[in-house]
């Protein structure tokens, strides 16, 4: 929308079919079928995707690994100038969850001078949408049982920096390609980091009860078993709760 705005034209590769607008072009996306996609016309791409419904290990290396970056490879070699990819806090060396890994894979096959890849903490904006959304409607309950560990280190990144940043980058050809951990805020907890959402959203806070991270991970895994298609499941809060301090 701010890319609109500021007079950009704009194509949206979605999975949900939506009508075009002025200046905003939508085109149908889905990386678990063999679509070929005309990036002729498009000078700069920013990716985003990731599907988190996909929890076997072969699909993530299929979808969100290779496919990913055969699609990325393939704008270079249509024409794109400049790919934003972007990436997680939670993509590192010796990360443990199957989404960190599978970023950080897609980060080494894509990595060149045409490339851009940002690493955001849990983004923010005028409206939550991921797991920002997921950890906000958690909040809606009164009280809300949480897995605790010491050292937790969550940043927050408002969706307005991510956009300033990639802004400042689409015509400058002075500055150098490069991986940019970009966060707003100092290190933080589980609960901290809810509390700040709430505060951004003017909710209440719940009740938080501090529960043993094992014993949590298996009532969560039990619930996800029985709700395949739950956004949130161990993965995704593994890769939350292990994210790499930034000194």
Do not use: W
Not at 40 to 49: C, G, Q
Not at 165 to 183: A, C, G, M, P, Q
Not at 220 to 229: G, K
């Amino acid at each position: 929308k701010r890319l609109v705005e500021d007079g950009h034209e704009v194509k949206n590769f979605l999975k949900k079919k939506t009508k075009s607008k002025k200046n905003t072009e939508y085109t149908y996306f889905d990386l678990t079928k063999e679509i070929k996609y005309d990036f002729t016309t498009i000078d700069v791409l920013i990716f985003t995707a990731y599907d988190f419904k996909i929890k076997k290990d072969a699909q993530i290396n299929d979808i969100n690994i290779f496919k990913t970056v055969k699609l990325i490879n393939n704008a270079k070699l249509q024409g794109v100038k400049k790919v934003f990819f972007i990436s997680t806090l939670s993509s590192f060396e010796g990360c443990k969850s199957k989404y960190g890994m599978a970023k950080l894979e897609v980060e080494k096959k894509i990595k060149d001078t045409n490339t851009f890849i940002i690493k955001p903490g849990i983004i923010v904006g005028r409206e939550f949408g991921g797991i920002a959304k997921t950890l906000d409607d958690f909040s809606d309950y009164y009280v809300l049982p949480l897995p605790y560990k010491k050292e937790t280190f969550m940043y927050i990144t408002c969706r307005n920096s991510i956009y300033k940043y990639i802004h400042s980058h689409l015509d400058n050809r002075n500055y150098n390609f490069e991986t940019k951990i970009l966060v707003d805020t100092q290190a933080m907890d589980l609960i901290s980091l809810i509390k700040n959402l709430n505060r951004i959203s003017n909710k209440k806070n719940p009740i938080f009860i501090k529960v043993y991270p094992f014993i949590f991970y298996l009532l969560l895994y039990l619930f996800q078993v029985v709700y395949p298609s739950t956004r949130i499941g161990v993965d995704n809060l593994s890769s939350l709760l292990n994210t790499k301090k930034i000194i």
